[in-house]
């Protein structure tokens, strides 16, 4: 592209239309995406740039006029199944009846607490979750789940330690007796239950936790014992009040000699961490012999949930409360196992936390929602500095757009391993199980990294209104700030995605992967969206290059290339979803599939965007071609904008948040805010 070149904008097939703008912007028929979308090609005109001052404002697209906010809805909620819808419905309608769940704010830690509880007894007393559907039902478990972080992030979060954690590992890793004996009184709330993996000198570091359980044959127990105060289980939430079983992990040892009596002066054989179902409180709340807990005190957020410090002091563990469904100690003390290695049985203990992962995941997506809904709904109203509403902007529009985009693409990939989660038990198992892993991992770590910056950005565009708790962004932000960390630390969890990643890929694979890098540099057009899966993935595979270049000694040194194929890689799997997704809305509707072909656009463009430096540090897309990418992007924001942001609300509407957890103020008509009626 030369200096002189300029743009014209193009529809599909290349037809000039007769408004200049600020971009070559060309609309090309996109195989990969079934759909059109934005591309940026040189066009000569009278050799003179582009003059931006005097551009025009590029010409809408048609599903402006015809897209129907309740069919994208629809469309969006189409994954979960009718019965799950009814689920839903029905726990909305609950929610919306009952007082209980009116948005409060400015609680004491206390007060807090007791309406957390007060929320979850009643979704325990309406009966519309259950624990073994965690395996039975899934796609009903999760959507019951979501329900709640609809209404309230900190009763989601005390109902995942309870239904998804306690009652979840028991449903995956316990044998129908322990379902049959737990599982009915954690479900109607007759056991309050937590999780106790976490410990103050071990968090992600499982593996190596320090609390132990000797089986003692005599007694047909194990002595669960916290050797140190490092060994104590921290951040245990629901423990520090309310919780009366815990599932707690802890090193297995069994005799060597199954006739020594003598538990002091016994040599013990290391088996792993195991799961033992511990009560901590008796029925009446009191804590039981042996345990002590302490209160961790008030958060940054997330007050209504108890989290607690347990230490167990030689506590007795029937035998039959481990957890055996893949392992089982013998009432002689014998050990027997359906893994071969302590590693592979590792796997199985912690496969509980795939789900939670999920939940934690889906449950950020929903919360940018939440807040793109306000900031833009609040935008397109809120005039400054004249009558332009702050929504027509760039610089808000900007902020605001492609994290709309992204948030869809979030939605779209976490359906998509919702939907992979339930089909584990097909021929294709094995394959699936890998995929499950990586995206687990992957998207939980990119949709809670998304959270921050999106909540911060919708924050910023209310101005001082977004500070203001009744405006609900600033206390989502606060409740949820704990996602990037909990449930798997995000930087460690993206370096599972990577080792996965290249555990999968042959040698003759990965061999191709570093000659193909070493060869001569593939040039992009950066601008043209034929190319935008080409580039995401090219980039992929660079950065596995480098990996493979360096060798497995050198991976702690390259963590920050190490975090960077990841991302790469959920990139490239993210647009490849969306597109068949976009295929799949132009079946239904070809307003509906154009809309989410340009959201896809802004998505894509938006990642080669985002790593524009690579792609020139590595020569594989031209400066000038790369300068081009960014006024995609400005006019990309103007399409998903619309006359009077008519197209930006409609997209946000799209959404599918229930209208009655949208609270903001600011959301419904702003100027009458705290105005005497």
């Known amino acids: ?197 976490t410990e103050l000198g071990h968090g992600s570091n499982v593996m190596a936790i320090e609390t132990t359980a000797k089986y003692d044959a005599t007694t ?40 020594n009596a003598d538990l002091k002066h016994a040599e013990w054989e290391w088996r792993g961490p195991h799961v033992f179902l511990v009560r901590i409180r008796d029925d009446d709340g009191v804590l039981m012999p042996n345990v002590r807990i302490r209160d961790c005190g008030s958060k940054m957020g997330l007050q209504g949930v108890d989290n607690g410090q347990i230490w167990f002091d030689h506590v007795k563990v029937p035998r039959e409360d481990m957890l055996d469904r893949f392992s089982q100690v013998h009432p002689d003390g014998s050990f027997h196992s359906a893994f071969k290695s302590v590693n592979q049985l590792f796997g199985a203990m912690v496969g509980g936390l795939t789900t939670g992962r999920l939940l934690i995941a889906w449950a950020a997506v929903d919360a940018c929602k939440i807040g793109l809904i306000v900031a833009i709904r609040y935008g397109a109203k809120r005039k400054q500095f004249g009558e332009k509403p702050i929504m027509e902007y760039i610089t808000h529009q900007r902020r605001l757009l492609p994290a709309l985009a992204k948030s869809y693409a979030l939605e779209l990939g976490l359906q998509y391993l919702g939907s992979l989660m339930m089909n584990v038990s097909s021929s294709k198992a094995q394959t699936s199980a890998k995929e499950v892993h990586v995206l687990s991992c992957g998207l939980k770590a990119m949709a809670t990294w998304h959270r921050t910056r999106t909540l911060q950005d919708c924050r910023e565009c209310c101005g001082g209104m977004g500070f203001l708790s009744a405006n609900q962004i600033g206390q989502i932000m606060t409740d949820m700030n704990v996602d990037t960390t909990f449930e798997g630390d995000n930087t460690v969890l993206m370096q599972q995605v990577v080792k996965a990643l290249l555990g999968a890929t042959s040698k003759t ?153 949208i609270t903001a103020p600011i959301s419904k008509d702003w100027t009458r805010m705290n105005a005497k009626l």
Not at 172 to 181: I, V
Not at 228 to 256: D, E, M, R
Not at 649 to 656: K, N, T
Request: glycine share 6%.
């Open 1 to 197: 592209m030369g200096a002189d070149d300029s743009m014209v904008v193009m529809h599909a097939g290349g037809q000039r239309t007769k408004d200049a703008v600020r971009a070559n912007i060309v609309l090309t028929k996109n195989v990969a995406s079934t759909g059109q979308s934005l591309a940026v090609v040189p066009s000569p005109v009278h050799g003179k740039r582009p003059d931006v001052k005097s551009a025009k404002v590029a010409p809408q697209p048609g599903w402006h006029a015809q897209l129907e906010a309740e069919n994208l809805r629809k469309f969006m909620r189409e994954y979960m199944g009718r019965d799950s819808q009814e689920l839903q419905d029905a726990m909305f309608r609950m929610m919306r009846e009952d007082d209980a769940f009116r948005p409060r704010y400015g609680m004491s830690m206390h007060t807090a607490r007791e309406l957390t509880y007060e929320r979850l007894c009643k979704v325990a007393a309406g009966g519309f979750i259950r624990c073994a559907d965690v395996v039975q039902n899934p796609q009903r478990f999760m959507a019951g789940m979501q329900s709640l972080h609809f209404a309230d992030y900190t009763l989601s979060i005390k109902a995942g330690v309870h239904y998804t954690l306690c009652g979840g590992t028991i449903a995956k890793l316990g044998t129908p007796a322990q379902q049959q004996r737990f599982l009915p009184k954690l479900d109607s709330l007759e056991l309050p239950g937590c999780y106790g993996m």
């Open 220 to 259: 047909q127990s194990f002595d669960l014992h916290t050797p140190s105060n490092l060994a104590s289980k921290f951040w245990i939430g629901g423990s520090a009040q309310h919780g009366k079983l815990c599932a707690v992990f802890a090193q297995l040892y069994t005799p060597k000699q199954l006739d």
């Open 509 to 661: 694979e990965l061999a191709q992967i570093e000659a193909e890098q070493n060869g001569s540099a593939r040039s992009f057009n950066a601008t043209d969206s034929s190319q935008w899966h080409a580039m995401l993935s090219w980039r992929e595979r660079a950065l596995l290059a480098d990996l493979v270049r360096a060798g497995s000694a050198a991976f702690d040194a390259k963590l920050d290339v190490v975090l960077a194929a990841a991302e790469a890689h959920l990139e490239r799997r993210l647009l490849e979803i969306f597109q068949s997704s976009v295929a799949q809305a132009r079946s239904k509707d070809a307003a509906l599939g154009a809309a989410l072909a340009d959201v896809c656009a802004m998505f894509a463009l938006s990642c080669v965007e985002a790593h524009l430096s690579d792609y020139l540090a590595r020569e594989a897309t031209a400066p000038r071609t790369a300068q081009a990418v960014s006024t995609a992007v400005n006019v990309m924001c103007e399409r998903l904008t619309g006359v009077d942001s008519r197209a930006a609300l409609a997209l946000s509407a799209g959404f599918g948040i229930p209208e009655q957890f």
